[in-house]
């Protein structure tokens, strides 16, 4: 959609391609002048290069005027042993323009890929509702190549070519100022194909670029549920979508190629065939006696070093407006502001930290869905050391809190406080140091069970992670591993079970030692035994902390100092189990159903048991 909407802006305002032009490549400026240096190295390698090749149609009309009129083979020996040292120093600087330029691509790419994605991870959780992760990677890898490729190659053949079209252009003039005049007549006719296509090719490879995201976008999205698609038999369906994106994407490509196959084309026709019509002209000067035969010579390698100069510009043309678009699409994710920033001068807070966590008056709406509130004036006050436990039924809005008070959003109306510093006045980092999360789904990333544990502190000792392991009875199963917790578990924790995922997540935050913890149903993938084990660490990691816990399995929150009952965003009912139960409303009625419920299964077991 928002690719759409841009491509209608561009075409209510035709004049705005072309404002845009080459602008976007100006985001490469400050990587490139960290390495002054080595930029100014490869400028000196180009232009010794040039200059070596620029003097060789100097020395082939000497040749030809002196030394074959005079038949002197010392001469002509001398001027080959000149050459043969000429070569040696084109040789030696294209060498060393072909390493730095390279280097200069792999390490400006580097820069980039570090830059875009430590931006990335620093924007708000809104921007990863609207975006899709398949996108963001294309650009941080196909763009990011796109860009190696024109700083590390293009930009060499640009930059060497212009010295070579430059330079050829001044010796042509030096050479026979009238025959030049006749080549510059011809440069408009040239030049204006150039950039009319110029313009069309960039379009085109901003279009291909974008299709091949959309194309990445879905491959990554269904990489990662390549077991439901398994479960559902859609490996056909899933590989037939992927090749039609795939077919849009190589459609794009081929309508760009096409287009910088038709610049390039164009470019060398316009460009030999004014070569030729100039050299059929300085023929009948020499014939007239006007010029000898070795300045014909000279003027034409000049010519033919300008216009394979002119003619490679065109090619590498094509390829710095592809850069040019991957570029804009990384400095539009540049760009990008996080919703979410430490204010100028962020009110420290407390320390010792206490843990009190207020919510005031807090509405909220998702920014995708603005036009409807998920939270409604809610306001409660967690105090240090307590335990608020939050039910209701599924969208009631308690997983918003946990996000609201971790700041990924800020509240529509109303305010949040922690240690009474309102959110939006302190350091969000400062704000998340002081909070555990064990979410109901944990995150977990490829590598070792020690170092996800890890995560909660990067700092810890090796004793500090193993005690947070045993803690969170992770250890239970680790210790049965030939590697213990320096097993590899996979991408996301494949190879571990949904309840040994969730210790190890809990293992994270008893490492964390925050003075919140949010836990979200932590053991609900538990077995009983495991449960149990579970929730002896857990009652232990919050003593003394300022607990909140969501709860759909009422039984984990009997002993809560506070039940907070949410409806429909809004907080219905408050108090603890007894009263609650008492009032006979809402959070009566959940704890009947599921207290039936489970007296069902235990008499279902029972009867399995005697069965047996």
Known sequence: MARRRKDNAAAEDPGAAKRRSLRPLRMLAPYLARYRFQVGLALVALTTAAAATLAVPQAVRRMIDLGFGAADPEFINQYFGMLIIVVLVLALASAARFYLVTWLGERVVADVRTDVFGHIVSLGADFFDRGRTGEM??????????????????????????????????????????????????????????????RTVRRRSRDAQDRLAEATAFAGENIQATRTIQAYNNETLVAGRYRSAVEDAFEAARVSTRARAILTGVALFLVFASIVAVLWYGARDVLAGHMTAGILSQFVLYAVFAAGALGQLSEVWGEIQ??????????????????????????????????????????????????????????????????????????????????LALRYYDPSAGRILLDGVPLPDADPAEVRARIALVPQEPVLFSGTIEENIRYGRPDATGEEVAAAAAAARV??????????????????????????????????????????????????????????????????????????????????????????????????????????????????????????????????????????
């Open 322 to 403: 592809q850069t040019a678009g991957a570029a804009e699409r990384l400095d539009e994710l540049k760009r990008t502001q996080a919703s979410i920033q430490a204010p100028a001068e962020p009110v420290a807070l407390p320390v010792p930290a206490r843990g009190r966590l207020s919510f005031e008056n807090v509405s909220f709406a998702y920014p995708t869905r603005s036009d409807a509130r998920t939270l409604h004036e809610v306001s409660f006050t967690a105090q240090p050391g307590s335990t608020v436990a939050i039910v209701g039924p599924s969208g009631a809005g308690k997983s918003t809190l946990f996000h």
């Open 475 to 612: 250890d239970e199963f680790s210790n049965r591993l030939a590697r213990g917790l320096m097993t590899e578990i996979g991408e996301r924790g494949i190879t571990l079970s949904g309840g040994q995922r969730q210790r190890l997540a809990i293992a994270r935050a008893v490492l964390r030692d925050a003075p919140i913890l949010l836990l979200d149903e932590a053991t609900s993938a538990l077995d009983a035994e495991s449960e149990a084990l579970v929730q002896e660490a857990l009652d232990r990691l919050m003593e003394g902390r300022t607990t909140l816990v969501i709860a759909h399995r009422l039984a984990t929150v009997l002993g809560a100092d506070r039940i907070l009952v949410m409806d429909e965003g809004r907080v219905v009912e408050e108090g603890t189990h007894e009263t609650l139960i008492r009032r006979g409303g809402l959070y009566a009625r959940l704890a009947r159903l599921q207290f039936e419920q489970r007296r069902g299964a235990d008499v279902a077991r029972e009867q399995l048991g005697t069965a047996v």
């Open 137 to 198: 990677l294309s650009r941080l890898t196909a763009d990011t190549t796109q860009i190696k490729s024109a700083v590390g190659a293009s930009a060499s053949i640009a930059l060497r070519n212009l010295f070579m079209g430059v330079g050829a252009a001044v010796m042509m003039v030096l050479t026979s100022p009238r025959l030049s005049g006749l080549v510059f007549l011809a440069i408009p006719f040239i030049v204006l194909p150039l950039v009319g296509f110029g």
